[in-house]
């Protein structure tokens, strides 16, 4: 036994030694394989070996001692000293047996590897069940975790398996509660107050939406006069009756948003609401808060005002109609009556879009695909739906709103010294921290012209972009879409910040108040705004719970869409095997890694991965490109590719590229 006087000193030691090692906190980042990362708080990465990434998870918030590599300076290996927190206390996957071992094969794409479950623990499941599992036990000190089953979610054969462990996961709620319930009751009986609105139910606004919307949240008009055009944009308004605070609305703010699932959505508010009461049937008299904005010929919003009004919407017209009328010409696609109104519609979108080719940033053009399922809620079809005319006459119409409540917002903080802002921002800073002098040096090499924009600024990231845009060079094409995987995500805030992803200096949503519960509330803004009284805003905590819970029901959406698919093109890789042949199929690299290029099929937008071999690849990372002896491997870049699998327990799409004859 070691007496005080030596223990002392041993403690003094290893103090020692810690206060010479370069000791950083930071969150755990799986990967594919079995190594992971620390995404340390100042901003580098440091790798994480096999052993050391079994024991902690994704997420897992640690202390780590990090070197300098041996064989790389630039790069930095950590050992871990303690962990400070693990957020995942539930895991969802499918039941294993293995020999005498049984657990639950994750579905986490950062979780490479299987939970122990002891005999305890197992409840009544069968080999293939699907799970909802508890953590009992975290691998921290040996690497041997432990979880409990607390639910036995169904077996694959079981229609809308998929969708059910889905909610379950993202904790997509589907039911509505007692008091959610009793108030619903009560508004479904409530007459429609006038009581302080302007009527407006003879402007002849229409409702433009795909043929099966049901909750239609925004109708528009515009007539064109001696400056351009009056826009007008009603929307739906559910503060008329959704108080702050009450039971319906704490049920919206917890579910964020309506959720599109493929196969059908989990809506922010009931439906008997969502699809009756608020939605712009055409015919019936809505409450709605309105936008009138004139806008000038060169595509300026000169002038904008918001009211509370009535509302009765002519017609409900589809994209599809509407676009005959456009791109066609076919007077027959939409009643008489709004043919007029429409083809101002569609100038004065020309010309909004024209302006913000000019003054703020147009975003990519990309298709849509909608997945049609059969009734085994699995995918029987992927259809592509291009962008047409009308589509982008509501997106304009639409934009002009949300940029025009923005501007209410920040101009009424201003004028009365508010350090927050009654509504909340849309905002976008850009690039994300790290990123910035990478891209700084990237474009003093190869466009030197633009090396000395201050691209954090919303000017610099502007004219950045738009001069990328504009340049049809090699160079310039691959830096463009190389910074699109550079950017920070969106935030809310209460701030009056840029959208520097739109280029715009302001931008505040309100057009969808039905779907979003951050529209819901900036409807309540701008009525306090109006009446010039005062309003509860979200505190920071509940702003970012806002947050979290949005991204939360992206996640489940892409979550469901690509396990859906995976069922999908294993269908494909069958038939495959029954013509002895793959199939060649056209797609793009989204992505370029170290490790292969992530592509997107051209037909279906499936997305899938192509590993490539490290040691005949190099890959520049600044230019996201990989070059071997006989190609080099680019962002957007066409490629044919075969099917190479399935994995339904990563929820992966393998391809294999093959090469054109020469």
């Known amino acids: 036994m070691l007496d005080p006087n030596a223990l002392s000193q041993l403690n003094q030691l290893k103090a020692g030694i810690l206060a010479d090692k370069d000791i950083q906190q930071g969150t755990v980042r799986g990967t594919q394989s079995r190594f992971g990362f620390v995404v340390l708080d100042d901003g580098r990465e440091a790798f994480l070996p096999p052993d050391a990434m079994s024991r902690v998870f994704p997420g897992d918030r640690v202390e780590a001692s990090l070197t300098q590599n041996e064989n790389n300076k630039d790069k930095w290996d950590a050992e871990l000293i303690s962990l400070l927190e693990s957020p995942l206390k539930v895991v969802f996957g499918r039941y294993l047996i293995r020999g005498k071992g049984f657990f639950v094969a994750t579905d986490m794409p950062q979780l490479n590897r299987w939970l122990f479950i002891p ?160 939605s712009l049937v055409a015919g019936e008299t809505r409450q709605a808060l309105v936008c009138q904005m004139q806008i000038t010929s060169t595509g300026h919003i000169s002038e904008y005002r918001f009211c509370e009004a009535l509302i009765t919407s002519r017609h409900k017209l589809s994209y599809e ?139 610099g990231y502007r004219h950045l972009i738009q001069s990328l845009q504009k340049d049809d060079s090699a160079a310039a094409q691959n830096q463009l879409a190389a910074c699109r995987l550079m950017l920070q995500a969106g935030k809310l805030t209460h701030e009056a910040k840029p959208h520097m992803g739109l280029g715009m200096q302001y931008y505040a949503t309100v057009t969808s108040p039905i779907r979003r519960y951050n529209d819901l509330f900036n409807h309540r803004a701008i009525k306090a705004i109006l009446a010039n009284q005062p309003l509860t805003g979200l505190s920071d905590k509940e702003l970012a719970g806002l947050q979290e819970r949005i991204g939360r029901t992206r996640r489940a959406a892409r979550d469901l869409e690509q396990w859906l698919t995976c069922l999908y093109m294993q269908e494909q890789e069958l038939q495959d095997k029954l013509a002895g042949k793959p199939q060649p ?66 929820k992966q799409i393998n391809f294999k590229q093959q090469l054109r004859a020469a």
């Open 119 to 278: 005999p305890k623990a197992r409840a009544n499941a069968e080999e293939g069940d699907f799970l909802e599992c508890l953590v009992t036990r975290h691998p921290f000190e040996d690497g041997k975790a432990q979880v409990k089953i607390v639910d036995i979610l169904g077996k694959d054969t079981d229609i809308g398996i998929e969708h059910k462990v889905t909610q379950r996961k993202h904790q997509l709620p589907n039911t509505w509660n007692q008091a959610a319930s009793e108030q619903l009751d009560g508004i479904e009986i409530k007459d429609i107050d006038a009581a302080g609105r302007e009527d407006l139910t003879a402007l002849p606004l229409v409702t433009i939406d795909s043929a099966s919307t049901q909750d239609m949240d925004d109708a528009v008009h515009a007539e064109a006069n001696d400056q351009g055009w009056t826009l007008s944009v009603a929307i739906a308004d559910p503060s008329s009756d959704i108080e702050q605070g009450s039971p319906l609305d704490l049920a919206a703010l917890e579910r964020a948003n309506t959720t599109y699932l493929a196969g059908g959505p989990v809506t922010m508010l009931p439906e008997a609401l969502a699809h009756g009461r608020y």
């Open 321 to 459: 109609q509407v676009a005959d009328l456009l791109e066609n010409d076919n007077s027959a696609a939409v009643p008489s009556d709004t043919i007029e109104h429409l083809n101002a519609l569609d100038a004065c979108a020309n010309a909004l879009n024209a302006y913000r080719a000019e003054h703020m940033l147009l975003m990519e053009d990309r298709s849509d695909f909608e997945l049609q399922l059969n009734e085994q809620m699995r995918i029987n079809n992927i259809v592509c739906q291009k962008r047409n005319r009308a589509q982008q006459l509501v997106e304009e119409s639409m934009l002009a709103t949300n940029r025009s409540a923005g501007d209410l917002f920040a101009q009424h903080a201003s004028n009365n010294n508010l350090e927050q802002c009654l509504g909340i921002f849309s905002s976008h800073a850009g690039f994300r921290a790290e990123r910035t002098e990478a891209i700084k040096q990237l474009l003093g090499k190869d466009l030197p012209a633009l090396a000395e924009l201050e691209i954090e600024t919303l000017d």
């Open 585 to 650: 199929l056209e797609a793009t690299v989204s992505r370029v890694t170290s490790g292969g290029i992530a592509i997107n099929l051209i037909e279906n937008g499936v997305s899938g991965f192509i590993r490539l071999n490290s040691k005949e690849y190099k890959f520049d990372a600044e230019r996201m490109t990989l070059t071997s002896e006989t190609q080099t491997l680019k962002l957007n870049q066409p490629v044919t590719v075969v099917l190479d699998g399935s994995n339904l327990d990563k």
